[in-house]
């Protein structure tokens, strides 16, 4: 049907759609307009006009400013209007795992919510209403939750106040190559924090590769790369490369009598990760493990550890 709507006096002859809608673009530079909309009438529907000020909202964007935390840190948000000002001391609501949580913007714009989840990945949902000149906006992201708790041991997760230099460049069998120093740019370049970019680059290894077994380095970070499979220690050299590619500093933990879910019992290749005074267990060879935290093989059970920087064999 066809409409005509006027808003601040400038004219506008509209056909409604399918559902009946029609849509006019409103000023951006007033905070409110002046409408009418007429319908002249039809058939079997009668003239009609519906007059009215509509409040112009500028428009808004919430964008989260992390995506990897520790357990009991927090997750943040930045609230921006689109022209760039911070919107300072408004009401921000956060929705995760079902409970939502209303929290208000520091003078920077960003609003904090403290989480103590237990690891995994998280929907995380946050809006903002409107403070009559800004208007509405909402956004969500997927927030994983690092929990290295209940193993923390030599060649697993262990704090140091040690230097850690010589473990931020490439050699042996974690080469850095072009491939590999393009793809860790890649997995990193979104994020801000090293615990995020560790927990990038040692989630696309477990995610991607598969697993083959056989003895030792038998392709090195490169070729393991190239075919997306490789044993435990194929899978530790990719890691080690890509962290050190983004001069993140990485290691590899060998040790003895690891004993697996299957009740196989053998020798056994991990990364480390080194983010803010810590050592991170990094096991790529199943879904199960996380950054910090290994389920497919008893860590109780290993022994003769070994750290390397890099693997001999």
Known sequence: KE???YVDGVEYIKTTDSNGQVYVKMPSDRNSVNFTC????EDYFEQSTLSMTLPVYKKTYTKPLIYTILKGNCFKILLKGADGKILKKEKVKFTINGKTYTRVTRDTGIAYIRLKLSRGKYKVSFSYDNNGVYG???????LEIIDPS???KKGLNQNTKLSVSKYKYGGGYAKITKAIRKLSKKLTSKYSTKLEK???IFNYVRDNLGYSYYANSKKGAAKTLKTKRGNCCDHSNLIVALCRASKIPARYAHAK?????SGFTTGHVWAQIYVNGRWYSADGTSYRNSLGHIKNWNTKSYKRLRIYRNIPF
């Open 198 to 200: 560790a927990t990038a």
């Open 150 to 152: 209940g193993q923390f």
């Open 136 to 142: 509405p906006s909402s956004n969500s992201s997927t």
């Open 38 to 41: 007429f319908f002249d009438g």
């Open 257 to 261: 009598g690891c004993r697996f879910g």
């Open 3 to 5: 409409l005509i709507i």
